[in-house]
């Protein structure tokens, strides 16, 4: 018995235009469709009907007027390179579902996007790598 997958909503928020279209071309191309996961890929702002599941986010973007204007979507955060103690501000000043690395490969961005939109939180291993030890949970580790 084949489980049917529900469409994951998009809502990408990002100042490069650019990296939009990359991510929507990603999401939706005959490739990623028929993986068995649809999505629905838009750009900022949108018209008012589209209600997204998640809101795809970097730093400069991070807009508290759009996140309150969809209070259950999920917001992932791509990291572009910030410093560890910006992402963890944004973290506690934000309800941040994920954080994603700019390294991210397609199969992750999936796999990240099927996880936060069915309940649960995800943070790339190497970000969680580097708060660990920045934290100091790693003696005698260097950097």
Partial sequence: MKVEKRTIKILVNITNYLYYEAIKSLLTSERATGEGQQ??????????????????????????????????????????GLELEVIASILFSHNIDGLLSCDTNAHLLKKALRAVSSGKMWFHNKQVKAFLDKAGFFPGRRG
């Fill in 39 to 80: 999505y629905i890929v838009e750009c900022s702002p949108p018209d008012g009907k589209f209600v997204p599941d998640i809101i795809l986010a970097d730093f400069c973007s991070l807009d508290k007027k759009l996140l309150s204007s969809y209070p259950d979507a999920k917001v992932f955060l791509i990291d572009t």
